[in-house]
Each structure stands twice: as structure tokens, then as C-alpha cells.
């Protein structure tokens, strides 16, 4: 038996149970079982993690910046729940073994005590890091830990095609006798998943992994100590699973010293539509109060791009600073939902291959405008300062700034990307989050393009002329003092780090405007 498991079990004998009914009411508080942990999976010339950094499409050689990876097999019973208007209720329960990654200091002198819990995302068939991408540089410098979950069954077969012997026993098996409904019922945002699978079992996974994390003899194998703060994350689909989460189970679940499990919720480009609870629920009607996001009992910072508002008008809600409900929106002009920075983080494409026969691909045939540049508007610059404000509410209750919405015209969600703000003299959305590059411009950013669903992802940029730019800023250390003044304000405003001000104006320096 391994040191882990045998620390496992040890703490396993003085922590509640989760009861298989469920949750009896609105008040009631759980603390969840702990699942069972293996030692860490080994890494050799024939087998590795999937989405290991050494094996990104930009290698990240973690060693050198004074971390370490390890990949461990969990194990647990997971209840399969349905809405309530009391809170979730369990129908059944089931056994599960999923995978998770954790990424942390390699001296626990360095650990920040914060842990960075990220379901990553499965829209790709295949398990993506996006927040781990987007702000890896912010969690190494603050010392934080990461830890990525496989959390659906479409990314457990593509672990096991990717390598069969490795993840031979990750599964999330359907526990109910029979299905609950036919495979062509299943909840399109649940999908691709069968009836033999169970995509709601998510729930106390993620519950499950989170006690583990901060229980002192459990997570010390794992992290070196246990987690002091758990923030949970995610972006698009994973985001919805932190969305909902946060709505209908933050203020049941407590840690080990019965304060809430997660401490904080840190999420981007959520779905209009709430994650269904199991994969064979239908979807909310529209005005249901359960597709705006609840008071989760600790400080929630939710995040929109400016390509993710053709769908997300609907979902705004006001900011609040209550006790139980501390809450705070950004949306960001000028971003789009997916950016180059964050591909670079995620499995190289001959691993991406194996995986699923496909490699990384951002092809947009399909939307308009054709022939555009594509966008790489930095939205990971406001992710780093969102998680520094997220952990000064925290720690010290000092909230983050609030943030006016972008200024959208009527019926908005109705008109095309580009004509659904209200712009300035550069065609720029007005009001949102603000940063250098649209504030100091040598762009127009729009966040999405025409066409299906997909193109909501793709954002382009139409970069002005150089005659535009010398009437814009007559020279270049007029435009070079026009960001520092821009920087300036946004460190102040806590919009931006000092880390990220500073890369900025190496930017602007060397850039070649006008």
C-alpha cells in the first residue's frame, strides 16, 4: 500500500461520509468523503501525462522555474443528483476513477498555501488546461498550486486511446439500473457521452478532490501541505461546471475545518445556459432563475470576453458585496473567447493525435469575415490582475473593482458581433474592463465573427494604417508615453499587475507605431 494511500485512509476514519440521500435542505452542510489516491503515475520514454508541459505545443520545462509535476489516479463513489427547490438531491450512487494534475513548488517553502482547482475542459474530445494556460506565469510567481481534473467521459476516451494501459481504470460509470433516458435524449451540452456513462457524476468529484486537497494527511503527498485556499476555475464549458458549482453547491460543501470547501470562484466565457445537473436533464426554460448565477457564500469574480456577450446579455446580473453574496462581473472589450496564447498550452499535436486522430485545429472556414487577422488581444493580462484582486477579497475582504458592462445597442444579441456595441471614434466597444489596446489603439478589436455557433469563438483584429497611426500619435514616444499614462491608471485601478504593466511598455517600446 502506498504512503498516499495509506494517509488516505487514515484521515478517511475521522471525516463524515457523504450520506447517499443527498442534501436534506438549503442550510445543510456536508463534509465530503475522501477518495482514494494511488501513488503518482510514472513518467517514462513510453508513457507520460497527457497535457504533461513537457509535452505542450510550447514545451514548458517546469524544473527550471521550481516546480514539479505529478499525475495520480483518484477513486470514489459519486452521487448523481437532480434539481430540487431545496438544493440538489441525489437519485443514485456509483463508483468513479478519474486523473488529476497537479503542478506545484517544488520546495513547500515557496507553496503560496492557495491551489488552483481547474475541471479542464472537454470541448475538444480531449482534456484542455485553459485557465492553467492563460495564467500559469501569475500562479508560479505568486507560488500558487494547480491541479487539473478529467471531469467528463468524452476526455476519458481520449486518455485511454491516447494510452490505453496508463488510464485503463478511469471511467464514470453510470450507477442507476437502468437510464435514466434513451441516447438520444441525453442533454446536448452533456454530450458526446452514453447512456453507460454518467457525466453528472462531476459533482462530488469535484467535492471529493477539493477535501483531499485540504486534508492535512492526505494533501501533503500531493502538494507538500495541505491547501489553506481552494478557487476554483474554468473557461466556456468548464466554466459552466464552476458556474454551476458555485449556484448550487458552494454553501453545502464545508473542509475539514467546516468552513466552505472552496473559498473562491474565478471562471470565464460561461455558457448562457446553466451545465445540466445530470446528463439526462433538460434545459432550463428562459427567465428560469437558475441561469443567473447564485449567491455562492464566498466571493465570485465571473468573466466575459467581449466575442462572449452575443450570447450572454441575458445572464448579467447586478455586483454585490453581502456577506452571502460577494459578487463581482467583468467583461472585457476588445477579447475574444479563444486566443493563440492559450493553444501553446495545450497537448502537442502528435499527443493530440493519439488522443483523438485529430490535431490542434483553429479553422474558421466556416465564418465571416474571411481574410481577416486573427486576434491576439492578451486577456490573460486581466486574468493575472483578477486573480490577485480574487485573492485579496479572501484573504483580506478587500473587493475587486467594479467593472461598468460594455454598451451594447437594443436587441443586441440579435445583430452580428460588430455592430452589437456601442463603439468610439476607432470602432472600439465602449465601457467593460479596459486595457492599453483598446484605450491606446493601434486596432480595432472585435471579439467574434458571423455564422454558427462556433465562429462566437474566433475573434479578429483590423489593424490601422500607418497614416492612421501617425495622425493618431505623430510619433512613437507619443504613443510610448500614451500606454505608460494608460498602465499607469490600470495598476492603480487594480486592473492590471505590475508584472504585466511592465511587459506592456517592453511592447510598446520595441513596437513599430507609428
Excluded at 507553496?111 to 488552483?116: A, D, K, M, Q
Excluded at 442507476?176 to 456513462?197: G, K, L, V, Y
Excluded at 486574468?383 to 451594447?408: E, K, M, N, S, Y
Aim: some cysteine; overall charge neutral; glycine content about 8%.
Amino acid at each position: 500500500m502506498s504512503r498516499t494511500r495509506r494517509a488516505v485512509d487514515a484521515v478517511s476514519a475521522i471525516i463524515f461520509g457523504m450520506a447517499t440521500s443527498g442534501f436534506a435542505g438549503a442550510a445543510q452542510t456536508e463534509r465530503p468523503s475522501l477518495p482514494q489516491v494511488g501513488a503518482p503515475l510514472a513518467t517514462t520514454q513510453t508513457s507520460h501525462p497527457f497535457s504533461a508541459a513537457a509535452y505542450q505545443k510550447k514545451p514548458l520545462r517546469l524544473d527550471e522555474l521550481g516546480y514539479v509535476e505529478s499525475e495520480y489516479l483518484v477513486q470514489g463513489k459519486a452521487r448523481v443528483f437532480e434539481r430540487s427547490p431545496k438544493g440538489p438531491r441525489a437519485l443514485a450512487q456509483g463508483s468513479y476513477t478519474t486523473r488529476i494534475l497537479v503542478r506545484r513548488p517544488k520546495d513547500a517553502r515557496r507553496f503560496s498555501g492557495t491551489v488552483i482547482v481547474e475541471p479542464m475542459n472537454p470541448s475538444e474530445d480531449a482534456d484542455l488546461p485553459i485557465m492553467w494556460a492563460e495564467s500559469y506565469q501569475q500562479f508560479i510567481a505568486d507560488g500558487d498550486a494547480w491541479v487539473g481534473i478529467t471531469i467528463k467521459p468524452n476526455t476519458i476516451a481520449a486518455l485511454k486511446a491516447f494510452d490505453p494501459v496508463r488510464y485503463a481504470s478511469v471511467a464514470m460509470p453510470n450507477p442507476r439500473p437502468a437510464p435514466a433516458c434513451a441516447a438520444s435524449e441525453i442533454n446536448a451540452f452533456s454530450r458526446p457521452t452514453t447512456t453507460a456513462d454518467e457525466s453528472g457524476l462531476a459533482w462530488d468529484m469535484i467535492s471529493q478532490i477539493g477535501m483531499l486537497l485540504k486534508s492535512p494527511a492526505a494533501a501533503e503527498p500531493l502538494l507538500g501541505r495541505p491547501a489553506k485556499r481552494l478557487y476554483m476555475t474554468g473557461q466556456s464549458q468548464t466554466a459552466g461546471y464552476a458556474r454551476l458549482y458555485a449556484s448550487l453547491f458552494s454553501q453545502h460543501e464545508v473542509g475539514p475545518d467546516d468552513k466552505p470547501l472552496y473559498d473562491g470562484y474565478l471562471y470565464s466565457g460561461s455558457p448562457p445556459w446553466q451545465v445540466p445537473i445530470n446528463q439526462c436533464q433538460k434545459d432550463l426554460p428562459a427567465g428560469d432563475p437558475g441561469l443567473i448565477t447564485a449567491p455562492a457564500g464566498v466571493p465570485v469574480l465571473e468573466i466575459f470576453t467581449q466575442g462572449d456577450m452575443g450570447t450572454n446579455v441575458s445572464t448579467r446580473r447586478p455586483d454585490s458585496d453581502t456577506s452571502e453574496d460577494r459578487f463581482r462581473r467583468w467583461e472585457v472589450a476588445g477579447a475574444a473567447h479563444v486566443d493563440p496564447w492559450e493553444a501553446l498550452s495545450f497537448a502537442n499535436d502528435a499527443d493530440m493525435a493519439r488522443a483523438h486522430g485529430r490535431v490542434n485545429d483553429n479553422a474558421d472556414e466556416v465564418c465571416s469575415p474571411r481574410g481577416t487577422t486573427a486576434t491576439d488581444f492578451p486577456v490573460r493580462y486581466i486574468f493575472d490582475a483578477a486573480w490577485r484582486d480574487l485573492d485579496a477579497w479572501v484573504q483580506h475582504g478587500i473587493g475587486p473593482p467594479h467593472a461598468p458592462q460594455l454598451q451594447t445597442v437594443p436587441n443586441s444579441e440579435s445583430l452580428p458581433p460588430d455592430h452589437m456595441f456601442v463603439v468610439d471614434a476607432h470602432g472600439n466597444a465602449l465601457g467593460g474592463v479596459r486595457s492599453s489596446y483598446v484605450d491606446v489603439p493601434t486596432a480595432r478589436w472585435i471579439g467574434a465573427k458571423s455564422g454558427p455557433f462556433i465562429c462566437l469563438f474566433h475573434g479578429y483584429k483590423i489593424p490601422m494604417s500607418h497614416a492612421q497611426l501617425e495622425q493618431l500619435y505623430k510619433d512613437h514616444a507619443t504613443y510610448v508615453e500614451k500606454v505608460r499614462a494608460s498602465v499607469r491608471g490600470l495598476v492603480s485601478g487594480k486592473w492590471l499587475t505590475p508584472a504585466d504593466g511592465a511587459s506592456i511598455l517592453r511592447e510598446a517600446g520595441t513596437s513599430a507605431v507609428p
